[in-house]
């Protein structure tokens, strides 16, 4: 199984930024990729960014496409997102996955973290 363990959210003001980390452990080997969600009340879930683990190729959602970043640190098995620029739009509880091979972002077997709660006060 795999562990994930965020931190990094918090109350930030608009046009501010903030960083999110990602820390996994446990089984983390033959991985499609880490990524992060985020989801408000009310509303599903939803796909923010993601980094395939081969090659470092990285997907984001064209809400975010431009102000967030994603990036990763493979000696410390931790997953990024540096958020910039950011809206009150952005508040949610944003979620680290980790998506086995096989898997995809939006399908597949998948592991998430507890999340952390990012709010943008305007």
């Known amino acids: 199984q795999v562990q994930l363990v965020e931190s990094g959210g918090g109350l930030v003001q608009a046009g501010g930024s903030l960083r999110l980390s990602c820390a996994a452990s446990g089984r983390t080997f033959s991985l499609y990729g880490m990524g992060w969600f985020r989801q408000v009340p009310g509303k599903e879930r939803e796909f923010v960014a993601g980094?395939?683990?081969?090659?470092?190729?990285?997907d984001y959602a064209d809400s975010v496409k431009g102000r967030f970043f994603i990036s990763r640190d493979n000696a410390k098995e931790t997953v990024y997102l540096q958020m910039s620029s950011l809206k009150a739009e952005d508040t949610a509880v944003y979620y680290c996955v980790f998506a086995p091979s096989g898997s995809h972002w939006d399908s597949g077997m998948r592991y998430w973290g507890k999340g952390t709660l990012v709010t943008v006060s305007s």
């Open positions: 980094l395939r683990w081969s090659g470092g190729i990285t």
